[in-house]
């Protein structure tokens, strides 16, 4: 049984260490995002509030990792940042940029809380102390999941509608 433990452990330290990336990850995409949002007011208050709740998140993963007697990859933290960087890059010369990033953005929230409950899981297969805290992010990650879901058709309505009066449609 100890063996599975370790293993456990391990499994757990690597996910931490991963979604501790994907956090990196998702404050890079956002950032991005949220200075092209003018003509998307609540899109960019949402996205603003996210990116503290990501940065707030990664915080936690490190208290975690720290309580485990370990930190953080700083290479899984720069591959993950480089792969945000050029997602974003990739969405903006589209000309409907706003509804490829919602739907990019929607897709990424559900990654996040299964990669949540996946460390939920192993938080209690190696009786970790980071359970409340790994609760707190999936609450979070539900939340904004939730919000992107529910505006899903109104991003779209306006982007149709700047779009129709020739204004600039997309971000």
């Known amino acids: 049984m100890d063996a599975m433990n370790d293993k456990a452990r391990d499994i757990f330290i690597v996910g931490l260490r991963s979604q501790h990336a994907v956090e990196n990850q ?38 975690i ?23 974003a890059i990739g969405h903006s010369t589209a000309t409907d940029e706003v ?21 939920l899981v192993l938080a209690d297969s190696v ?12 609450k979070e990650e539900l939340a904004m999941a939730d919000w992107i879901e529910k505006h899903i058709g109104t991003t779209t309505l306006r982007y149709v509608e700047r779009t129709a009066a020739g204004l600039t449609a997309g971000i």
Do not use: W
Request: hydrophobic fraction near 35%.
């Open 65 to 87: 990792l720290s309580g485990l007697g370990t930190s953080h990859s700083t290479l899984k933290d720069a591959a993950m940042s480089f792969t945000g960087n050029l997602m």
């Open 26 to 63: 998702a404050i890079e995409l956002l950032e991005r995002q949220v200075g092209r949002l003018q003509n998307y007011p609540e899109m960019s208050e949402r996205m603003r509030q996210h990116i503290e709740e990501s940065k707030q998140q990664a915080r936690r993963i490190e208290g």
């Open 127 to 138: 009786s970790a102390a980071g359970r409340p805290a790994l609760e707190a992010s999936l």
């Open 99 to 119: 509804i490829k990033n919602t739907f990019a953005n929607y897709a990424f929230e559900h990654y996040e809380i299964a990669a949540y409950k996946s460390l």
